[in-house]
């Protein structure tokens, strides 16, 4: 099992930054992505950023390229999602998972263990 606890959602304006946070416990050594989701009520989880755990590639969803930053600290188990340039698009839950054996990176039901979320909510 894997535990994962997110933190550092929050609300800011426009333009602003935030990090989340993602510290993941329990038998990590079996992961083989780790990523981002969010979730407007009445929709869709989407994909946001997924990373390999061997760095081996990152990934970013067209909506978020070139604003949002996927990372992964191996040393203290820590996914990370830095977020530039935030829009009121980008109001959403947002989640962490990890998966072990994930075909489709920012595809949701590839993705195994889920974090409870936390909200980001971007104002005009």
């Known amino acids: 099992q894997v535990q994962l606890v997110e933190s550092g959602g929050g609300s800011v304006q426009s333009g602003g930054s935030l990090r989340l946070s993602c510290a993941a416990s329990?038998?990590?050594?079996?992961?083989?992505?780790m990523g981002w989701f969010r979730r407007v009520p009445g929709n869709e989880r989407e994909g946001v950023a997924s990373?390999?755990?061997?760095?081996?590639?990152?990934y970013h969803a067209n909506a978020v390229k070139g604003r949002f930053t996927i990372s992964l600290d191996n040393a203290k188990n820590t996914l990370y999602l830095q977020m530039n340039s935030l829009k009121p698009e980008d109001t959403a839950m947002y989640y962490c998972?990890?998966?072990?054996?994930?075909?489709?990176?920012?595809?949701?039901?590839?993705?195994?263990?889920w974090g409870h979320g936390t909200q980001v909510t971007v104002s005009s």
């Open positions: 998972a990890a998966g072990s054996d994930v075909r489709w990176v920012l595809r949701p039901d590839d993705y195994t263990y």
């Open positions: 329990g038998y990590t050594y079996s992961l083989d992505y």
């Open positions: 990373i390999s755990t061997t760095g081996s590639g990152t």
